[in-house]
């Protein structure tokens, strides 16, 4: 409800309109029943809440809006999880079970990051000599490969981690390990089952 009228007060506070239904390009006139509006949009989840039959569900609508015209409203988008989820604790909790719990985080898609609950450095790398032997080359740069590709971490703290090295050595480590990956289908198989792992 609070996002839905915060959309809808955009074009007022941008000082484009004094009325939102003046504005062309907006929904608000289709939730108002001013004009039939597109075939794809949907109303009924915002105008149930407010009650009533159709027609009375409309004006709840109009002066639940026009309740906040003139006054400083909070943006609800601020309180988005990682701005990508609105919502309680409990729905958060909810998507992170059904939805994100067994993605790990990519390094291309920062939300991720803050919606999964991935391993630390140091865990990623014990985790990986478990699997390919403590202070074996191979656990090394599966360790640095998998910190790089879904920590979410800077490159410069990853190499600081793995005894100093810069930014560019750590994705040199990745495209190299990316491309032996590549060519043994034992070490994928491995690798992949090693994420699984992290991302428990």
């Given at each position: 409800m609070e996002l839905s009228r915060y959309i809808h007060l955009n074009p007022v506070r941008a000082h484009l309109v004094k009325d939102p239904s003046d504005y062309f390009w907006s929904s608000y006139l289709t939730y108002v029943e001013r004009e039939k509006g597109w075939g794809w949009l949907q109303t009924d989840f915002i105008l149930v809440q407010v009650g009533g039959r159709a027609n009375e569900a409309w004006r709840r609508y109009r002066r639940y809006v026009e309740e906040a015209m003139g006054k400083p409203i909070e943006n609800p988008l601020e309180k988005a999880i990682a701005s990508t989820l609105l919502g309680s604790e409990r729905f958060i909790e909810w998507v992170r079970g059904k939805w994100i719990k067994k993605i790990a985080p990519h390094r291309d898609i920062p939300a991720l990051k803050r919606l999964t609950h991935w391993?630390?450095?140091?865990?990623?790398?014990?985790?990986?000599?478990?699997?390919?032997?403590?202070?074996?080359?191979?656990?090394?740069?599966?360790?640095?490969?998998?910190?790089?590709?879904?920590?979410?971490?800077?490159?410069?703290?990853?190499?600081?981690?793995?005894?100093?090295?810069?930014?560019?050595?750590?994705?040199?480590?990745?495209?190299?390990?990316?491309?032996?990956?590549?060519?043994?289908?034992?070490?994928?198989?491995?690798?992949?089952?090693?994420?699984?792992?992290?991302?428990?």
């Open positions: 391993s630390g450095l140091p865990f990623i790398l014990k985790e990986s000599e478990k699997v390919f032997g403590k202070g074996s080359l191979t656990s090394r740069r599966a360790a640095l490969y998998l910190s790089h590709r879904y920590s979410g971490l800077p490159l410069g703290e990853i190499g600081r981690f793995f005894g100093g090295i810069g930014p560019s050595a750590v994705s040199q480590n990745t495209r190299r390990f990316e491309a032996l990956l590549k060519e043994d289908p034992k070490l994928l198989k491995e690798v992949e089952r090693l994420k699984t792992k992290l991302s428990e």
